[in-house]
């Protein structure tokens, strides 16, 4: 697998050795956002990591042909950098997936392509509407734009060279091991370094929040049963406003309602992302284990509590960067 270092990666490689008997090699480049202290702990005899570039052509072909399948997670993944520095996006995002289908091809392995709802471009608020399958695309950002070339090269590999190929598109992963330049552990981060939570514009803005690991075991039953040639929506219809989000860290931080400021917003920010899950839950009888939101979001904040090693060597840098956008 590739991005095995980052959030959802990582989440997965704990997942794969916790509940399967998988031998897993992870090519990552750790790139800021990759952390090899994201796999501590795991056993040595079933996950390998070799640091790499999913751009690198000759190390691709050679981990490709070790691999029976391969699971794409490796990306430039968060949107305030795209708008700051975009080309690191396309790089990674678009060339890197068209080196690890190349190679894919060359060895007839199964892929499976990890996506993202903002390829959709984003909905309106206080709507009945949701993302479904056969959605048009739409995105909004370099980092959406990327992630969409990316789709359409995997679904252009998969028809025309007949590749073994799933796509998944999933909506705002939240849980253990992302970056605090993400909405969630950015404010349970500042809070706890005794400062305040930052909210863009009005925070009217809608996402729809899933915990990794209800992600993790929605890829691997795509990878175990999902139809080749097929794409499938990962949500868990937990669909919330950025400003309950905010009130909800800070109600369960023990912390006063009014501890957080408004900041600037970002440019072209979408409104609202809203998951139909319904191919996932009955072709594949996938459920998520997080069902309640509130309780994810306790046990994530525990999570930051308890690992402050891990975050903390992140966060000046993140923080500076913020300052520089006025965020
Ligand atoms: P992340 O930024 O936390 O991790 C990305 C990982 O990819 C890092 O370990 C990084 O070192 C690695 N990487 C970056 N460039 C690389 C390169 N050129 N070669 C090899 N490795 C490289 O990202 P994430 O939030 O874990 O997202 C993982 C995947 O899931 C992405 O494809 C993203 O588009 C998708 N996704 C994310 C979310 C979300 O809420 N975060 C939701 C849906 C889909
Ligand atoms: O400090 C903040 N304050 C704030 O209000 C930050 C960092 C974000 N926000 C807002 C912007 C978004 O409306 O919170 C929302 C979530 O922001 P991000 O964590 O940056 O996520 P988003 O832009 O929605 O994208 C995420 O979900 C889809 C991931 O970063 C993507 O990789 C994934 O594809």
């Known amino acids: 697998m590739t991005g095995g270092a980052g959030f959802i990666g990582s989440n997965f490689v704990h997942y794969l050795v916790d509940q399967t008997d998988h031998q897993v090699l992870v090519l990552d480049k750790l790139t800021y956002a990759g952390h090899r202290e994201s796999l501590d702990g795991l056993d040595p005899e079933r996950v390998e990591l070799v640091v790499g570039d999913v751009c690198d052509k000759d190390l691709v072909l050679e981990l490709v042909d070790a691999s029976d399948a391969v699971v794409h997670y490796a990306a430039e993944s968060h949107n305030d950098n795209s708008l700051s520095d975009p080309m690191p996006f396309v790089h990674t995002n678009v060339v890197g997936t068209a080196v690890l289908l190349e190679a894919v091809r060359q060895f007839a392995k199964r892929f499976h392509h990890v996506s993202t709802d903002e390829v959709y471009g984003d909905l309106p608020l206080n709507t009945p509407e949701k993302f479904h399958e056969h959605t048009a695309y739409k995105p909004s950002s370099p980092y959406s734009a990327s992630k969409a070339a990316s789709d359409h090269l995997v679904r252009a590999w998969s028809r025309s060279f007949g590749l073994e190929v799933t796509l ?9 091991y992302q970056h605090v330049e993400k909405f969630i552990p950015r404010q349970i981060t500042n809070l706890l370094d005794g400062g305040v939570a930052k909210l863009y514009g009005a925070g009217t803005n809608v996402r729809d929040w899933i915990h990794t690991e209800d992600h993790s075991s929605a890829v691997y039953r795509i990878l175990e049963s999902g139809r080749s ?91 500076a960067r913020y300052a520089k956008a006025g965020q």
């Open 168 to 176: 998944s598109n999933c909506s705002n992963n939240y849980g253990p």
């Open 229 to 319: 040639g097929e794409t499938y929506l990962i949500g868990a219809d937990g669909e919330l406003n950025n400003r309950d989000v905010i009130s909800m860290i800070l109600e369960l931080m023990g912390k006063s309602p009014d501890e957080f400021e408004h900041v600037a917003d970002r440019p072209g920010h979408d409104l609202r992302y809203a998951i139909d899950a319904t191919k996932l839950r009955e072709e594949l009888g996938w459920e998520p284990k997080f069902t309640s939101f509130r309780e994810g979001l306790a046990d994530t904040i525990a999570w930051y509590r308890g690992n402050e090693q891990w975050w903390r060597p992140q966060k000046a840098a993140t923080e």
